[in-house]
């Protein structure tokens, strides 16, 4: 089988040699792989941002692709890692969460615990788990390997909660999960928590603020103005009309956000 497509998604940063060294031994083990740098400014061990990016590109890849993610605050520790297989792709990444948001809307196919260390790199350092066991055994998916050669099959993996908005007062108390690069506020409240009402016949409270209503587009209200709307990945977002929201708000993830019914 020919290598297809690998997309990396981690917390290293570009300025030293981390993601170059994780490319390199999907290269030397899986020759004519296509490689999607997704994002690497994830913030620093910020697992539910991470968990965040990977929900919002399952969709765009075709069947087989390699998913693999690296924000592992715990490595070198006893926690696990994962294949996951989800939607007819594949999610290489460490047992802590990072799979949640993708569970939470497709359906988990199968799970594999990595513990093969045949497969791994000889040495393998307790600190960068990334290119010494998670790349290799993307290789090995990659090629076509059998996921049982990776390790046992289990059912378990850790799910964070913070993607589940709880129910309350004929609407619902979330979560500010991501601020993107213009300041917009992605929420985990999603497009069916509205189900029953018109969009424009919600309120959406945040930091002592009061939303009238969820948009459709950025350009439906005067530039400067707070709006909520439904996000291209079905989030319900604040952001500021040409601004940034999450410095007028001086807020980020972990802020409270309110769904209410107007009236």
Sequence with gaps: MKPGIVTLTTDFGLEGPYVAAMKGIL??????????????????????EGA?????????FP??????????????TRRRLLAV?????????????????VARTHE????????????????????????????????????????????????KYVAIRNFEPTSAESGCI???????????LITNIKEDQLAGREPGAWAVEIGGHRIEGVERTYADSAPGSL?????????????????DAGRLLSAGPGATVWLRPKH
């Design 108 to 155: 988990v196919e199968g799970v594999w615990e990595i513990t093969n260390r045949s497969l791994a790199r000889r040495e393998i350092s307790p600190t960068f788990h990334g290119r010494d066991v998670l790349a290799p055994a993307a290789a090995h998916l990659l090629k076509g390997g059998p996921p049982a050669d990776l390790g046992p099959a289990t059912t």
């Design 63 to 76: 069947p087989e692709t390699i998913h693999l993610a690296v924000v592992d605050p715990g490595v070198g």
């Design 85 to 101: 297989r989800a939607s007819g792709q594949w999610f290489v990444l460490p047992d802590n969460g990072l799979i949640t948001g």
């Design 27 to 48: 290269l030397g083990l899986a020759p004519g792989v296509t490689m999607v740098d997704v994002c690497h400014s994830i913030a620093p061990q910020n697992v539910l």
């Design 174 to 184: 979330g979560e500010v999960i991501f601020k993107d690069a213009f300041g917009n």
């Design 227 to 243: 709006i909520a709307l439904l996000g291209s990945g079905g989030w319900v977002e604040v952001a500021v009309v040409n601004g």
């Design 52 to 60: 965040f990016v990977l929900t919002g590109i399952v969709d765009a």
